[in-house]
């Protein structure tokens, strides 16, 4: 096996089988996985969920993972945050001619630990292969199966006024560490990547039935996004305390020097949750037995008046309006 | 909304809100995709299975398909011929910047088009954008999820002497198209890809039972890639006769043009299946009632010896070894 990748591991014939059976398949292979066939058999309950995402983030390697660790747990945590534990996940690589083999199976290995760790089985596969200059390295595409566990209704249009906005996690780490990754900003690797599997939290809140109103991570677009979402979706506002939202010292810090506004920022461990108030302070005390909820805060409630918009109280006491973010953030995050 | 892509539309901000609300979200919906979230619930019977599949095809738009109808069918083929009917699917875009709104709209109706064909469901979907030089101006991951309909085994390990390869339609028209339209070849535009929805085709067959033994699409490699596989696999030979495989007349002229072996070219609407002897003649009856399986043909037969191998009888009486490609075929032909 040669050291980089060439346009013939894509073509189907002798380079491609032996990409798939030498370098992929013995790092996946798994007992949900038997062999290697166009489709794999897999078995359902009545109620799943299905959710797909593809990767595409610059550099493939970032201090606290890598493209493999993403592609698992940011899709993972897509059927985690829609209430299902994820079981079966699908991969498709697009392998730009010329990416190292060796960094290739750095990412697989990087797949097959986070695989494990997210107790998901990936069961089937595809690899193409691209013309240099016409791709980014490697690009996948993973889609996950999850079994629903939590079948309450997770939809912003029921809430009430008085429901309280939870953060499961301090903001900006995963957004900060590629930037700096990629641009080769002096921010040191102190700062890491918060990718992580955030099924064992959200599992935490499911047995609070409908106190339970929604979930989403706050990956692209940062929390901004997933607030402004939520209120465009219902017909209430939400209230967020700037004080309140946890945000690493060493994170603020490198936002401010690089003109970023933490809201905005991608995460990739850290999601929203919106809960009845009466259960806010068993939430957190459940989410914080979690190394990834240790900080897990209560940052906002949901308002009648202004709907449709999410207001900030700052730290000085004044009031401003959170957007959608707007033009270009960071592309290539994730 | 603008007429190109801009990076910003995968920032996951406003633009971003706006491609997937007013260009994607309004074509692709339906009722099992009842509304945009991380995940969608679908409904499962104990036995399903899953395949993914990315594609990468240039050029976009060919003689008779382009990239979203291969996403569909390409990807449900996978199931069909895994014996299983596709119900839902799952799209990942990864868009390149500058490319053109009108054309991913074009790529959006023909994935509409080909989903109702098949009648398999879009559920979930994400969409990316990578810098110019960075992607091919569309790929797209498609991950299919179907229920099982045939649970006979498809193990190339149990064919019997004597056992019969049928092939579904004529060979190559896949590749001379999309090879034509990229190099602009003289091939004209007479030369249509045979990219079409399987499944019908493979439903025909479920019902013989154990008497149906295996089935495979003949997507890249071709033929040869196939036959090759399936002797792989097993203990035994295949033995093809070149004078009953089907090619059309003026997809032969152009493969001899351009050097090519219709036996590796890549096929988007042809299956081969392997079957016991005494079904021949009933499949291949029941395979003509459809258009794509008007030319379907028995073309071989397993053999003991020289076991892993496929051997063609050419048109001239002699005998040649048919060997897994080798080097670089057609890049992005699917």
């Known amino acids: 096996m040669e050291d980089r990748i060439r346009l013939e591991h894509g ?31 897999i078995r359902c309950s009545v109620s799943m969920c299905m959710s797909t995402d593809t990767y595409v983030v610059d550099p493939v390697f970032f201090p606290g993972g890598d493209i493999g660790k993403l592609a698992v747990f940011g899709t993972c945590n897509d059927l985690a945050v829609s209430g299902a534990r994820p079981e079966y996940l699908s991969l498709g690589f697009v392998l730009e001619e010329g990416f190292l083999l060796e960094e290739f199976s750095r990412v697989l290995d990087s797949i097959a630990k986070a695989a494990a760790e997210a107790a998901v089985a990936v069961v089937t596969g595809d690899t193409k292969v691209v013309p240099a200059g016409k791709g980014g390295g490697i690009y996948i595409n993973s889609t996950g199966i999850g079994v629903k566990r939590f079948t309450g209704n997770l939809d912003p249009a029921e809430f009430v006024t008085g429901d309280e906005v939870i953060l499961s996690g301090p903001l900006g780490a995963h957004g900060i560490a590629v930037l700096g990754a990629r641009e080769r900003l002096p921010v040191g690797d102190a700062i890491l990547s918060d990718c992580a599997n955030l099924y064992p939290l959200c599992e935490e809140l499911f047995s609070f039935g409908s106190a339970l109103k929604f979930m989403r991570d706050a990956t692209r677009g940062g929390l901004a996004a997933v607030l402004n979402e939520i209120v465009a979706a ?101």
């Open 11 to 41: 073509s189907g014939g002798v380079l491609s089988r032996e990409l798939i059976e030498q370098v992929i398949y013995p790092v996946l292979k798994n007992a949900a996985y038997p062999s290697l066939t166009d489709g794999t058999d």
């Open 234 to 334: 219902g017909s209430s506002g939400i209230l967020v305390r700037e004080a309140d939202i946890p945000v690493n010292r060493d994170v603020a810090a490198a936002a401010d020097i690089l003109g970023l506004n933490t809201l905005e920022v991608a995460n990739e461990g850290v999601f929203i949750a919106v809960v009845a108030p009466e259960i806010t302070s068993d939430a957190l005390k459940r989410l914080s037995k979690h190394a990834e909820g240790r900080s897990a805060a209560a940052i906002g409630t949901v308002v009648k008046e202004p709907a449709g918009k999410v207001i900030m109280e700052t730290r000085i006491g004044g009031r401003r309006i959170v957007d959608l973010p707007r033009g270009l953030l960071l592309p290539r995050i994730c």
